[in-house]
């Protein structure tokens, strides 16, 4: 069997971060990464329309030939993920696989808290799904999960607002409300992928002591780990360090706004997707 690509889907910029962690912890694969930014975000969406959006773009990836597709998006993790492993991927393609960002997550930070009680900052399309609770409770029945919504924090990193002072505002005030929720929270999550870029500011309204956890490192590590557990999948992906992007929206803009989730410029191919 031809070896293929690793796809990296998520609904815009936001898996760049993720993205950066795999290249930095597995640089010899290569990877496809596939933004959906015509109908990004998907944190406000309903259930139904994100698991159609993301089915759609997991069967373009698989039709470019990847035989493994991670779902660098919280979003998409929490509304789509379980409905495609279960149902979509045993008629559609049986022997690929689609990967989520909660579980590895929820594993790492179930093992870090000592207080047992966590902290979850994300998209409210998250927040409503219960993922995060759902999957610490099968694995830590004795932790306890605060949750929070921060519905401004995508557009200001969107906006390229993260480092201003109108960004602290938003900032604080959904930082002390998961703190009210929770007065031992001694671990935080920053569950949507575009978190990582407000971190400094996030810090600064913390208590030193609390952990904070960007999901970048830890899903790369878990990666590492599942093909350790999965030789056959790992034989399947293909080893030239070729990194590819498509966009579902202009590539201009998308070419300008991936540095700052990247780190570094890219040249992006449009695609069409429905
Ligand atoms: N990538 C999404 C997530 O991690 C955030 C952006 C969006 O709402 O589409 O939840």
Redesign the pocket.
């Known amino acids: 069997m031809k070896q293929q690509p690793i796809g990296v889907f998520?609904?815009?910029y936001?898996?760049l971060t993720i993205l950066k962690a795999f290249i930095d912890t597995l640089p010899q694969y290569d990877y496809l990464y596939l933004g959906d930014n015509a109908r990004?975000?998907?944190?406000?969406r309903s259930f139904e329309t994100v698991y159609r959006y993301t089915l759609q773009c997991v069967k373009w990836l698989f039709a470019q030939n990847c035989p493994l597709v991670i779902l660098a998006?919280?979003?998409a993790s929490a509304k789509a993920l379980r409905t495609i492993q279960q149902v979509d991927l045993p008629l559609i393609n049986p022997q690929n696989r689609v990967l989520g960002v909660i579980r590895p997550t929820t594993e790492k930070m179930g093992a870090l808290t000592a207080t047992k009680e966590v902290g979850i900052l994300?998209?409210a399309?998250?927040v409503l799904s219960g993922s995060y609770l759902i999957e610490t409770e099968k694995f830590y029945p004795d932790v306890k999960v605060y949750q929070e919504a921060c519905p401004m924090w995508?557009p200001l990193v969107e906006n390229n607002e993260y480092e201003s002072s109108g960004a602290d505002y938003f900032v604080e005030k959904n930082v002390n409300n998961l703190l009210a929720k929770g007065e031992h929270i001694d671990t935080v999550l920053l569950a949507?992928?575009?978190y990582p870029l407000l971190k400094n500011k996030i810090k600064k309204y913390l208590p030193p002591e609390v952990n904070l956890l960007s999901q970048g490192e830890i899903v790369a590590n878990s990666l590492v780990d599942y093909f350790k557990r999965h030789p056959e999948m790992e034989s399947r992906c293909s080893k030239q360090g070729v990194v590819k992007f498509y966009t579902t929206d202009s590539t201009g803009d998308f070419d300008d706004h991936a540095a700052t989730f990247f780190g570094k410029s890219i040249h992006s191919e449009h695609v069409s997707i429905e």
């Open positions: 998520d609904s815009g936001g898996g990004s975000p998907y944190g406000p998006c919280n979003t994300a998209t399309g998250t995508v949507c992928t575009h």
